[in-house]
C-alpha cells in the first residue's frame, strides 16, 4: 500500500492549480480542505494539516476550478459576527458591505435602532448582522427573490433570530408595499442595492454564477439608487438613518440624488480605502 497522502499535501496541490483562476488560492484550499473534512480553517491549520486528505477534497478543487465561488461550494460565508448559509440564487456576502455595519454602530453604539429595514436582504446578510449586533433590535427584509427570502428565513432560524425578523417579496417599492411591512417607519435602513453599469465589465467568477438581478443596476447602475432615495424620508423615523452601499466611483452621483431627495449624505470607505457606503439623513 502507498503511503496516505496528507491535508497538507493536497492542499499544496490545489494551490497550485488553483492559481490560475483565484487571487488567494492558498485561502482558497484551505477552506476547501476544512469544508471536505468538517471542520474550521482554524482548526485544519492548527490540528489537521497532518491528517490524511478525504477523498471528496479533489472534487471540491475541481468546482472552483470551473470559477464557482467558494461560498457556494462550502454553502456558507462569515460575514461581520455571523455565518451565513448561501447558495446560487444570492449574492455573496462580501467583506466590503460590513462598512454598512460599521457606519451604523458609529452612529447608533452599543444602544442600537429599535428597528431596522433591509432593501434587497438577499440571504440576510446585512438585516441579520446588525439583528446579531443589537439584541433588542427587530427587523424587517424585503427581497424580490423568492429564493433569496427562503434563504433568509433559514439564516435567521439557525441564528435563533427569527422572531425577530419580517419577511416580505417586493420589488423596491411596488404598488401595494406602503400597506405591508412598510407602512411604518425604521430608526435604520439598510441597502446594498444592485449597483453595477449593464456594460460593465465582471469577473468570470461573478458573471458565471452569481445571479444577474442582484448586480446590474441599469446602463449607468443608478437605478435602484432613484428608487430608494426618494422614499427615504417616507421610511425614516425621527433621527434615523440609512446606509447604502455604493459602486467606489459612484459616489458623487448618489450624493446628487441624495440631496434632490433632501437628505445629507456622508461617505464611508471600505478596508480598501474606497469610497463603499453613503450615510443619510
Not at 246 to 265: E, K, Y
Request: glycine share 12%; hydrophobic share 45%.
Amino acid at each position: 500500500m502507498g503511503r496516505e497522502v496528507s491535508c497538507r499535501q493536497q492542499i499544496g496541490d490545489a494551490v497550485l492549480a488553483l492559481a490560475p483562476v483565484t487571487l488567494t488560492p492558498r485561502l482558497d484550499a484551505e477552506l476547501l480542505m476544512a469544508h471536505a473534512i468538517g471542520v474550521s480553517r482554524e482548526d485544519l491549520l492548527l490540528r489537521r494539516l497532518d491528517d490524511p486528505a478525504p477523498p471528496g477534497f479533489d472534487g471540491l478543487v475541481a468546482r472552483r476550478l470551473t470559477h464557482e465561488p467558494i461560498a457556494y461550494i462550502t454553502g456558507s460565508r462569515a460575514f461581520w459576527t455571523i455565518d451565513l448559509a448561501v447558495g446560487p440564487g444570492a449574492l455573496v456576502p462580501r467583506a466590503d458591505s460590513e462598512t454598512l455595519i460599521e457606519a451604523a454602530l458609529d452612529h447608533f453604539g452599543a444602544t442600537g435602532p429599535a428597528t431596522i429595514l433591509d432593501l434587497g436582504t438577499g440571504p440576510g446578510t446585512l438585516l441579520l448582522a446588525a439583528l446579531d449586533q443589537w439584541p433588542r433590535a427587530s427587523g424587517v427584509g424585503i427581497d424580490r427573490s423568492a429564493g433569496a427570502l427562503a434563504m433568509a428565513g433559514a439564516n435567521a432560524r439557525r441564528l435563533g433570530l427569527a422572531d425577530r425578523v419580517t419577511l416580505q417579496l417586493g420589488d423596491w417599492f411596488a404598488p401595494g408595499d406602503w400597506a405591508g411591512a412598510l407602512a411604518r417607519r425604521f430608526d435604520l435602513v439598510l441597502a446594498n442595492p444592485p449597483y453595477i453599469g449593464t456594460e460593465e465589465a465582471l469577473t468570470i467568477e461573478v458573471q458565471m454564477h452569481e445571479p444577474a438581478s442582484a448586480l446590474f443596476g441599469g446602463a449607468d447602475g443608478l437605478d435602484a439608487y432613484r428608487a430608494i432615495l426618494p422614499a427615504l424620508p417616507r421610511l425614516l423615523s425621527p433621527g434615523g438613518i440609512a446606509v447604502l452601499e455604493i459602486g467606489h466611483r459612484q459616489a458623487d452621483a448618489v450624493t446628487t440624488l441624495a440631496q434632490q431627495a433632501g437628505l445629507a449624505a456622508t461617505m464611508r470607505r471600505d478596508l480598501g480605502g474606497r469610497p463603499r457606503a453613503l450615510l443619510l439623513s
